[in-house]
């Protein structure tokens, strides 16, 4: 399995909003309703953000937002604040059967201005 | 308090072996799948392995296939990855991470353990 894309950063100011890319494949992405979204502190655990394309954990501020078109999702973080500066993984399953396996993308850092 | 900790990493000359522990506290871990996953230095998240809850199933990335072998210890609710032939790519910090189903995705990592392959 190939990684899915991603952009490699993206950057907004306090309060506005900022949406983050994942693309793959009719064998990922667009072929699974099971993309999630991980936030990454360096050098802590990843968190579970986005699972489903578009449910959160509980916990989960509901300013983090997914959505998916074809090959396509995306992760939207509306009203940013400090705190939310970090990486992000994509994640997407693509196994079959018994023979589960997984593809992340690159990772996006995300810089609050 | 659920947890997962990682142990084990180390530096290894190519070649060498190793063998991951990952702990787990918190939970019932003989209900989970559980899998590993790594991150090279400066590159993107790697899945490299699941076993299923009873450890009748497990799959593996085609990067480690042949090289790696996934296990668990339900009794002492650990996970375990044997690495045997390593090459410097594979020189990451693994992490532990519980598989939540049926939604297929790591709903708890631990916070990881460097794996260096080098001469």
């Known amino acids: 399995q190939s990684a899915l894309t991603q952009p490699a950063s993206v950057s907004g100011s306090p309060g506005q909003s900022i949406t983050i890319s994942c693309t793959g494949t009719?064998?990922?992405?667009?072929?699974?309703?099971?993309v999630s979204w991980y936030q990454h502190h360096p050098g802590t655990a990843p968190n579970l953000m986005i699972y489903d394309g578009s449910k959160r954990p509980s916990g989960v501020s509901t300013r983090f937002s997914g959505s998916k078109s074809g090959n396509t999702a995306y992760l939207t973080i509306s009203g940013l604040q400090a705190e939310d500066e970090a990486d992000y993984y994509c994640?997407?399953?693509?196994?079959?059967?018994?023979?589960?396996?997984?593809?992340f993308g690159g990772g996006t850092k995300l810089t609050v201005l | 308090q659920v947890q997962l900790v990682e142990s084990g990493g180390n530096l290894v000359k190519p070649g060498g072996s190793l063998r991951l522990s990952c702990a787990a506290s918190?939970?019932?871990?003989?209900?989970?799948?559980m899998s590993w996953i790594r991150q090279a230095p400066g590159k993107g998240l790697e899945w490299v392995s699941y076993i299923s809850s009873v450890s009748t199933y497990t799959n593996y990335a085609d990067s480690v296939k042949g090289r790696f072998t996934i296990s668990r210890d339900n009794a002492k609710k650990s996970l375990y990855l044997q690495m045997n032939g390593l090459r410097d790519e594979d020189t990451a910090v693994y992490y532990c991470a519980r598989v939540l189903t049926p939604a297929d995705v790591f709903d708890i990592w631990g916070q990881g353990t460097m794996v260096t392959v080098s001469s």
């Open positions: 994640g997407s399953y693509a196994g079959y059967g018994t023979f589960l396996n997984w593809v």
């Open positions: 009719s064998s990922d992405v667009g072929g699974y309703f099971l």
């Open positions: 918190g939970f019932i871990f003989s209900d989970y799948y």
